[in-house]
């Protein structure tokens, strides 16, 4: 019997995810047009002997949580429970508090993964390699390109065994370029390490992170207090993959992610890709688009284009490399390039709203997206363009690389600003 955690956070992470996650938590954004972690859950019902999922995290369960829970219940025929951190306990804390839930039943073994990540989860064979060779931890790695592995965990390991030699959380100089990809397999075992650092903390009184912000003796770090620390203890192994895999830190990334998903549905998931049918919009490459939504049948849609629920797309629409969410509305011959557009949100006619991708370099296959700063030397990087909730667009204008906050009206054209 297996199990499966899910680490969603809480509200004061995914601040770079900002202003989409004012309105919906980020675990719950939709990418490829299903909620962020829907794609994990799903990937996890299809491991058999799969027997419960748990969400931890410091959200207030609200309306979006509770409803998303019941309908992935029914969906998938299992229990799937939200387990509420009273303070954040850090990547590892929740684990251990709420250890007596992970381990009812008896499971051989759980799953762990971080919610803002985008993958094929390679689960069932993480699982025969445990079963192979059963340690307390295994980890997913990948590879990732020298300078980009700093802003990861990165693995130094032992190339026949994959024993984890040594593990450094992000960082400042070049370590490896096998990188953690926050998707794990932890025997019950996993539990006893994360108890000692439990114990040592409530000895040393008051843990401080590095930021300072969170101090708390439940708190664990799970990479620094326990990879760090056990690595070359023949307790830690990695299993590689070079299946898809990338963060989603930002609304650019969600972007790229919707990108890679859409791509799996080939064969995860045909039926949810849109088809060319008589009388009915042009598509051009990988389309989702939500049944309720309405689009007129003069509109080229594609590629990457995800739809949300009850959108309408008017006549002569242009829409490439975006995702349009819930009640939007493009109007008339609008051209809608690399951009999200928000809940409830406007486009008038023959507006023209674009971003600029920072996907990663096509030519590095080592290579991910960068989710840094939106600022370099005090400006506004081009970026991909994006709408808030409820925000208008007139008729006949041109918003570029622009990130336009919620419940805006604008009036006029506005290129690389932040419009508050
Ligand atoms: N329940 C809970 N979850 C948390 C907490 N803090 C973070 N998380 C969740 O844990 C995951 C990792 O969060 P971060 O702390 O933001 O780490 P990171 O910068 O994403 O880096 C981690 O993931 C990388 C891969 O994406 C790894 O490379 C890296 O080593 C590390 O594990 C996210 O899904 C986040 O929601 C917490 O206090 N409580």
């Known amino acids: 019997m297996l199990k499966a955690v899910i680490l969603i956070g809480g509200p004061q992470k995914g601040t770079r995810f900002r202003p989409l996650s004012f309105e919906v938590p980020k675990p719950l954004f939709p990418v490829a047009g299903v909620p962020m972690i829907q794609h994990h859950i799903e990937a996890c019902a299809q491991v058999p002997g799969m027997q419960e999922i748990l969400l931890i995290g410091f959200y207030q369960p609200d309306e979006p949580l509770t409803r998303f829970l019941e309908a992935a219940q029914q969906e998938f025929n299992l229990p799937i429970r939200y387990l ?55 980890l997913l790695g990948t590879t990732a390109n020298r300078t980009q592995s700093l802003n990861y965990g990165c693995i130094v ?125 042009r598509i051009r490459g990988n389309v ?14 594609g590629p990457n284009v995800s739809i949300g629920e009850g959108v309408t797309v008017g006549e002569g629409v242009r829409l490439r490399e975006s995702i349009v969410l819930h009640g939007a509305t493009l109007q008339e011959h609008t051209c809608v390039l690399h951009t999200i557009v928000g809940w409830g949100s406007t486009v008038g006619r023959w507006a023209r709203v ?33 709408l808030g909730c409820r925000v208008r667009i007139p008729a006949e204008v041109l918003i570029l690389n622009s990130i336009v906050l919620p419940h805006k009206e604008l009036s006029r054209s506005f290129t690389n600003q932040i419009i508050l």
């Open 84 to 138: 509420q951190e009273f303070v954040p306990l850090g990547t590892g804390g929740g684990l251990y508090h709420f250890r007596d839930q992970i381990l009812a039943g008896g499971p051989e073994a759980f799953f762990v993964l971080n919610a803002d990540v985008c993958s094929d989860f390679p689960l069932s064979a993480m699982l025969d390699a445990y079963r192979h060779q059963p340690h307390p931890f295994l």
């Open 157 to 281: 390991e032992n190339p026949q065994t994959h024993e984890v030699l040594h593990y450094v959380e992000k960082p400042s100089t070049f370590v490896s370029d096998v990188i953690n990809c926050g998707i794990y397999l932890f025997s019950p075992e996993a539990l006893k390490p994360l108890r000692d650092v439990f114990q040592r903390n409530q000895q040393d009184g008051q843990l401080e992170d590095s930021s300072g912000l969170w101090p708390g003796a439940g708190t664990i770090r799970l990479e620094q207090d326990v990879f760090s620390a056990l690595a070359g203890q023949g307790q830690i192994y990695v299993h590689l993959t070079d299946g898809i895999w990338s963060q989603i830190k930002s609304a650019g990334s969600a972007l790229y992610a919707s990108r890679l998903y859409l791509g799996q549905y080939q064969l995860t998931h045909p039926e949810r890709l849109a088809k060319h049918a008589p009388g009915g919009p």
């Open 288 to 301: 989702y688009i939500h049944p309720t939504a309405k689009v007129a049948p003069s509109a080229v849609l």
């Open 354 to 386: 674009e971003g600029t991708p920072n996907d990663p370099n096509p030519n590095d296959p080592r290579a991910h997206m960068d989710s840094e700063s939106l600022f370099k030397d005090g400006k506004l990087l081009p970026a991909i363009t994006i």
